[in-house]
């Protein structure tokens, strides 16, 4: 059971990058999936999540009306399209999946205890 995430990098302010995250060794049909971030010093934040059930979607503030997020049963694979980058953005972002949280339950306790958690990729944004 293993959830990848990738597509992190170094972007300018105002880029955009797609971050996936692909599951194995489950399906993701029935896990609401989450991704999260961590700034050095800082928490860690829900940023995204999208509800397995009515796909109902949960967004931090910071990034509402930039970040989308979407999921993609039949590849098994969760994405987080990041417009508008600001530095403010720059973290390690990882993505989750849990069984039984709603997407605005996982979004509101990041630091919950989600039944998968893959590794983590670095998003830079500097000039």
């Known amino acids: 059971v293993q959830l990848q995430a990738s597509g992190g990098g170094l972007v300018q302010p105002g880029g955009s990058l797609r971050l996936s995250c692909v599951a194995s060794?489950?399906?993701?049909?029935?896990?609401?999936m989450g991704w999260f971030r961590q700034a050095p010093g800082k928490a860690r934040e829900g940023v995204s999540c999208i509800d397995k059930s009515d796909g109902s979607t949960y967004y931090a503030d910071s990034v509402k009306g930039r970040f989308t997020i979407s999921r993609d049963n039949a590849k098994n694979t969760v994405y987080l399209q990041m417009n508008s980058l600001e530095p403010e953005d720059t973290a390690v972002y990882y993505c989750?999946?849990?069984?039984?949280?709603?997407?605005?339950?996982?979004?509101?306790?990041?630091?919950?205890?989600?039944?998968?958690w893959g590794q983590g990729t670095l998003v830079t944004v500097s000039s």
């Open positions: 989750a999946a849990d069984f039984t949280l709603t997407a605005q339950a996982m979004g509101t306790y990041p630091e919950g205890n989600m039944d998968v």
């Open positions: 060794g489950f399906s993701l049909d029935y896990f609401t």
